[in-house]
């Protein structure tokens, strides 16, 4: 009976001893496929990170260009080089808010912008005395007739005498 024991001993020993090749081979495996795996998902994310890095410039690079076509839209409106955007908007701003001295102040006139505004303002105050009544309507005239001629003059003619020429009044 002790023989049968030890060789029941020494099968269940070998067994054993296969039993744990296997799972070292097996676990080999599984260390070798995680290394390809964690390779895999290196090479993976340094691509993302790659994509991400282009389109992170791109997306400067149109931001940075949206933004110049903004600016010179901007300056184009606002005052271009051959001030003809400077003369509509002056003689639009002249007709509308004109009383209050906005197209002197577009054009840099803050001397004679602060005379319509002031001389609005004594009027608004004077209206209680009724006399005012009379004197409001005298800048807003002022601003529809500069206006008028702002807008009827031809661009050349308009950017030589009130841009270049800095004729202040009508």
Known sequence: MADKAEDAFDSAKEKAKDLGEKASEKFEDAKE?????????KEK????AEDA?????????????????????????????????KKILAGIL???????????????????GF?????TLISWVLVC??????????????????GIIYLTKSDEEFYNTYQVGRKPWF
Not at 33 to 41: L, M, R, S
Not at 45 to 48: D, G, K, V
Not at 103 to 111: A, D, E, S, T, V
């Open 129 to 146: 005395l009724v006399i005012g009544a009379f004197l409001i309507y005298i800048p807003m005239l002022i601003g529809l007739i500069e």
């Open 94 to 112: 002249a007709i509308v808010l004109g009383s209050l001295g906005v197209h002197k102040f577009i054009l840099g006139y803050q001397k004679e």
């Open 115 to 119: 005379i319509l505004l002031g001389f």
């Open 53 to 85: 890095k282009e389109a992170a410039s791109d997306f400067a690079e149109e931001a940075k260009k949206t933004a110049n076509e903004f600016t010179e839209s901007a300056k184009e409106a606002f005052g271009g080089a051959g001030g003809e955007n």
């Open 33 to 41: 496929a995680t290394k390809e795996f964690a390779h895999d998902a």
């Open 45 to 48: 994310a340094s691509e993302f």
